[in-house]
């Protein structure tokens, strides 16, 4: 789980939260076409309770999101791959984020 926070106000800088908006708003199509595709099929290394799977082609496209049957499996973490076979850019972005002291890791 990730926490952000900022001088006073318990929040990340303004800048990161502007960056965060356009970031969400560039994939949203991305998200919701893994979304879509991954409650419809994929591969489901985890057993989990729904029909959620991980589609590897969408991995870059959806910054990590399409490996959903992963993140059902633990829907607490900030990391969807669950390898470095899976890349994660959201992950990679919360690292960046972590060491650039805008958000902790707990």
């Given at each position: 789980m990730v926490h952000r926070h900022g001088p006073g106000?318990?929040?990340?800088?303004?800048?990161?939260?502007?960056v965060n908006e356009g970031?969400?708003?560039l994939i949203a199509p991305a998200r919701g076409a893994a979304l879509g595709?991954?409650?419809?099929?994929?591969?489901?290394?985890?057993?989990?309770?729904?029909?959620?799977?991980?589609v590897a082609a969408l991995a870059l496209i959806s910054w990590g999101e399409s490996w959903h049957n992963n993140h059902h499996?633990?829907?607490?973490?900030?990391?969807?791959?669950?390898?470095?076979?899976?890349?994660?850019i959201g992950w990679w972005v919360v690292r960046v984020f972590?060491?650039?002291?805008?958000?902790r890791l707990r």
């Open positions: 106000s318990g929040t990340a800088p303004g800048g990161v939260r502007v970031v969400r708003e595709w991954c409650h419809a099929g994929g591969r489901r290394p985890h057993a989990t309770a729904e029909h959620s799977g991980n499996a633990q829907p607490t973490s900030a990391r969807f791959g669950d390898s470095w076979r899976q890349p994660d972590v060491a650039l002291g805008w958000a």
